[in-house]
T-cell receptor
Framework: GAVVSQHPSWVICKSGTSVKIECRSLDFQATTMFWYRQFPKQSLMLMATSNEGSKATYEQGVEKDKFLINHASLTLSTLTVTSAHPEDSSFYIC?????????????FGPGTRLLVL | AQTVTQSQPEMSVQEAETVTLSCTYDTSESDYYLFWYKQPPSRQMILVIRQEAYKQQNATENRFSVNFQKAAKSFSLKISDSQLGDAAMYFCAPNFGNEKLTFGTGTRLTIIP
């Protein structure tokens, strides 16, 4: 069964509005979650590392004020795209790292397609 | 800088045949994990196989196996008896010890019936 869920699976919004994407770890408590974005026919690009109870760590070039990450519980992390614009249209994927160890695999959510009109 | 290179943007193979996808990387770390992920048209990322760098034995998962050459920093994926369901994007993604996965650019695999 699914280890990680994302909601919504797809969303269409108007330019200037904010969109929240949820990522839930279903099988275990996760102190660390990751957020990626993927443009068509491209690879995954890590946006940020979400840490439960503390601030997210953003990758270079990712605007932290635009992509707000909240990891309020051990099973839920949210990504809010604020004041979305058409260039933010993309496929957003979260992943969860099991608590066993830092070098273990990550389990990925099914992704969220965002289209900003 | 830690880099991952997948030099084959696209590959195709006849059904039931064998295909090898290449991946090379650069790192100064000695202990790390290497992963191959598959992304079918549904876009769900699926773990195919993993290899611990300290293990000399190549990992195998049913029809999937790797050829891990640590000195050469090479980590290729071999798919035997290719099936239509193997059609997907394949990403090589090492974890060099900082908890993050570094993704290659991917190889699109087409299975010819």
């Amino acid at each position: 069964g699914a280890v990680v869920s994302q909601h919504p699976s797809w969303v269409i919004c108007k330019s200037g509005t904010s969109v929240k994407i949820e990522c839930r770890s279903l099988d275990f408590q996760a102190t660390t979650m990751f957020w990626y974005r993927q443009f068509p026919k491209q690879s995954l690009m890590l946006m940020a590392t979400s840490n439960e109870g503390s601030k997210a760590t953003y990758e270079q070039g990712v605007e932290k004020d635009k992509f707000l990450i909240n990891h309020a519980s051990l099973t839920l992390s949210t990504l809010t795209v604020t004041s979305a614009h058409p260039e933010d249209s993309s496929f957003y994927i979260c992943s969860v790292r099991p608590p066993a160890g830092g070098l273990e695999t990550q389990y990925f959510g099914p992704g969220t397609r965002l289209l900003v009109l | 800088a830690q880099t991952v290179t997948q030099s084959q943007p696209e590959m195709s193979v006849q059904e039931a045949e064998t295909v090898t996808l290449s991946c090379t990387y650069d790192t100064s770390e000695s202990d790390y994990y290497l992963f191959w992920y598959k992304q079918p048209p549904s876009r769900q990322m699926i773990l195919v196989i993993r290899q611990e760098a300290y293990k000399q034995q190549n990992a195998t998962e049913n029809r999937f196996s790797v050829n891990f050459q640590k000195a050469a920093k090479s980590f290729s994926l071999k798919i035997s008896d290719s099936q239509l369901g193997d059609a997907a994007m394949y990403f090589c993604a090492p974890n060099f010890g900082n908890e993050k996965l570094t993704f290659g650019t991917g190889t699109r695999l087409t299975i010819i019936p």
